[in-house]
């Protein structure tokens, strides 16, 4: 069978570049790369807008402490969002009406920066921390065999089927610092949510407490807020205007998380076929799909707004499975840019402990018009011989049903 892709040599050097979050598996990957493979580990993080500088500071300072030969921090936060969380919003994704998506989709970009790193360092290996359980390990396999077939991937976790346990006995083991108490929940912060994973999780019935969560109820007292959107796209909050959404993503989560907003628990297919749950924390990100949704149920017709939602739902499957590269996600992300051309208003939101509710939209496109009528209360663009009229054409079709059904039911 011919072959039509290129076979790239493949690299010959010690050097590995590590996807490295700081969390317990990637700190297992640089003791066992380093002590058991004795390879040259290059940790790279790759933010995308849930850490702080000190965080980030904090990160570097430990990977250097584990034994990594160098450390770099890869800012895709901006990129993240003009490429994938805008559309995101214009399709208004949640998986199974639930998941805002916070982790399936920055793994993509993620994994996209991180392979051109390695292939900047000339490394000849990639890894990542992902278990053989998850849909974490296709995202990357996947991103990583299509971008750079010549370097290979190496996952410890995976090949050696470690529980976070094992991981926190071996690390103790080599001199490293681990409480397992800590340990136990798999965390990951994103411009579009953080996720919370394990324990209570791995089971159908178990729920996360308050203390897994990365942000407690500090906000007790109700307050509205108005958030203005231009084509879409989250411009303003209570009146103060952004450059850039990010900025104004991050204002809105600083106000929200406090009310315990956001929290729910996705329960999905994964890639590999079996079931799987896993907690989240998503005030802004999920304000903002709800708020947008309500706006354009003010300002598309229904036809818009019927097969937004069909092609939205297929790049939520694609996304959350890692098909970024796959050329239909541009057609789509084109259809739906499209129809953003007219979703510019102001939508009020009620925040409150552990909930929140979209009021109501200003905008100048809002076909909620009382020029024609006023839903269930006054005609003004047709009289009531009109509706008579059309109730019958309407039902000519249902009538030649019944009237069939009951002729062969005699």
């Known amino acids: 069978m011919l072959n039509l892709i290129p076979i790239l040599p493949k690299l010959m050097n010690n050097k590995v570049v590590l996807a490295y979050s700081g969390g317990l598996d990637t700190s297992y990957c640089v003791k066992y790369l380093t002590i058991e493979k004795n390879l040259e580990v290059h940790s790279a993080i790759v933010n995308t807008?849930?850490?702080?500088?000190?965080?980030?500071?904090?990160?570097?300072?430990?990977?250097y402490l584990l034994g990594v030969k160098s450390h770099q921090t890869l800012d895709e936060t901006k990129d993240y969002y003009d490429k994938c969380i805008k559309y995101l919003i214009y399709g208004n994704i949640l998986k199974n009406n639930t998941y805002p998506l916070s982790v399936s989709a920055e793994r993509v970009f993620q994994a996209m920066a991180i392979?051109?790193?390695a292939r900047e360092m000339g490394a000849a290996y990639i890894a990542h921390g992902s278990t053989g359980a998850g849909n974490d390990q296709v995202r990357f396999d996947l991103i990583f065999s299509l971008l750079a077939p010549e370097i290979?991937?190496?996952?410890?976790?995976?090949?050696?089927?470690?529980?976070?346990?094992?991981?926190?006995?071996?690390?103790?083991?080599?001199g490293v610092e681990m409480e397992w108490a800590k340990a136990q929940y798999s965390i990951n912060q994103g411009l579009w949510g953080t996720s919370v994973g394990g324990k209570e999780t791995?089971?159908?019935?178990?729920?996360?407490?308050?203390?897994?969560?990365?942000?407690?109820?500090q906000s007790k007292d109700e307050t509205i807020v108005q958030l203005e959107f231009e084509k879409g796209e989250l411009t303003g909050i209570d009146g103060k205007k952004y450059k850039h959404p990010v900025p104004a993503i991050q204002a809105l989560n600083e106000l929200a998380a406090p009310y315990a907003i956001g929290r729910d628990i996705h329960v999905g297919d994964t890639i590999i076929g079996i079931k799987g749950r896993v907690g989240f924390e998503a005030a802004a990100p999920l304000i903002i799909i709800k708020s947008h949704h309500l706006l354009e149920k003010h300002v598309l017709t229904k036809w818009q707004l019927y097969w937004k939602e069909q092609l939205a739902n297929w790049y939520g499957m694609l996304m959350h499975e890692g098909q970024y590269l796959e050329p239909v996600m541009r057609?789509?992300?084109?259809?739906?840019?499209?129809?953003?051309?007219?979703?510019?208003?102001?939508?009020?939101?009620?925040?409150?402990?552990?909930?929140f509710m979209p009021l109501g939209i200003k905008s100048p496109y809002d076909l909620m018009s009382a020029k024609f009528g006023t839903y269930g209360e006054v005609n003004k663009a047709w009289s009531g011989d009109d509706v008579k009229g059309f109730t019958t054409i309407l039902a000519n079709s249902g009538k030649l049903v019944q009237f069939i059904q009951n002729q062969n039911k005699k």
């Open 115 to 117: 392979v051109k790193y």
């Open 331 to 355: 057609n789509i992300e084109t259809f739906l840019t499209d129809t953003q051309e007219n979703v510019t208003g102001t939508v009020q939101v009620s925040l409150a402990p552990y909930r």
């Open 152 to 174: 290979e991937i190496i996952t410890p976790i995976r090949d050696l089927k470690l529980t976070r346990e094992e991981e926190v006995s071996y690390l103790v083991s080599k």
């Open 202 to 217: 791995l089971n159908s019935w178990d729920y996360l407490p308050e203390s897994a969560y990365p942000t407690q109820l």
């Open 49 to 63: 807008g849930g850490f702080t500088e000190k965080e980030l500071k904090t990160i570097e300072d430990k990977a």
